[in-house]
């Protein structure tokens, strides 16, 4: 679990912790008896012996503590099991058998949260997924304070979602995820801060919903639509029927202009003007039947 969520971080092995001081003191073993085979016969003396054995295991001690750390790595050094110091990137020494180092990779590190089934405030299951964008600011928190410092930010980032997203209703989950996975981010990261990591970012990438729910939903959106098509329509016709008010009173108020609009009508009845038959009266003959009509009311009322 631990390599494949954080590639950066492998959990020291006592075997491996003890493999330096078992391969010196066989290194040892094998130039004491060496020197011993050597000495015996006579054929180098005692003291040259001792100084070449010197040599050779502080050349082996020498070549053997050399580490590189990388710029993105930082080492922590553990002398006898205690923590001393952390490396900087570049050629670093230590004691081999005495002293261990531990790389941690300070790039930004992705962990997956797997879909999670959250109830939320107004009882609706959904599945979540999400991803975790963290990174080591610390590295001698993220070994001395935490195990598995990848594995805990993904569990710690699981309950958060499961706290916020069941403590928020549907619609706001759906519209306003920025929102809510900066209130996951702030709860992670005032925690993992003692851990030696800095969260920089938690989307969430998938709401997956109930089928019946969905049904509702494009129910719900198909009849938004039309209430807001009707209201367009309704607009329309009110908007047409103001502009003919308006171009009413205008044909009213212009003298002949009553007339020009019923020859635009009558040439608009059929587009062939040969089959047309048209008895068009001048005005004066309509202005003299109105005023008959007036002064016959006008008598009748004397009458």
């Given amino acids: 679990m631990v390599n494949s969520l954080c590639p950066c971080y492998t959990a020291p092995m006592n075997t491996q912790s003890s493999s330096p001081i078992r391969s010196l003191f066989s290194l040892l073993v094998i130039v004491v008896m060496v020197v011993y085979g050597l000495s015996s016969t006579g054929l180098v003396s005692g003291v040259a012996l001792t100084l070449w054995v010197v040599a050779i295991v502080v050349v082996v001690i020498l070549i053997g503590g050399l580490r590189v750390l990388d710029q993105f790595e930082r080492g922590v050094v553990l002398t006898l099991g205690k923590f001393t110091s952390t490396r900087t990137p570049g050629l670093t020494w230590i004691f081999p058998g005495i002293q261990r180092i531990i790389k941690i990779d300070l790039r930004i590190t992705t962990v997956d949260i797997p879909q999670q089934e ?63 996975s900066e209130a996951i981010k702030q709860i992670v990261d005032q925690t993992t801060k003692s851990w030696g990591i800095n969260v920089t970012d938690i989307k969430i990438q998938d709401i997956e919903l109930p089928a019946d729910m969905k049904r509702i939903m494009a129910k719900q959106a198909e009849s938004e639509r039309e209430r807001r098509a009707i209201i367009i329509r309704a607009e329309g016709e009110q908007q047409a029927s103001e502009k003919l008010a308006q171009a009413a009173q205008m044909l009213a108020s212009t003298p002949g202009g009553i007339s020009m609009r019923t020859l635009q009508t009558i040439e608009k009845i059929n587009p062939d003007p040969s089959k047309t038959v048209i008895f068009a009266l001048p005005m004066e003959f309509y202005e003299g039947l109105k005023s008959l009509a007036d002064f016959a009311k006008k008598k009748t009322g004397e009458g």
Avoid: M
């Fill in 118 to 180: 959250v109830i939320t405030k107004d009882n609706v299951p959904v599945g979540i997924n999400a991803v975790v964008y963290f990174h080591v600011e610390n590295a001698e928190y993220a070994i001395l304070n935490i195990k598995d410092f990848a594995l805990a930010v993904s569990q710690y980032a699981q309950a958060a979602l499961r706290d916020v997203i069941g403590g928020i209703e549907l619609d706001p989950l759906l519209s306003e995820r920025e929102k809510i």
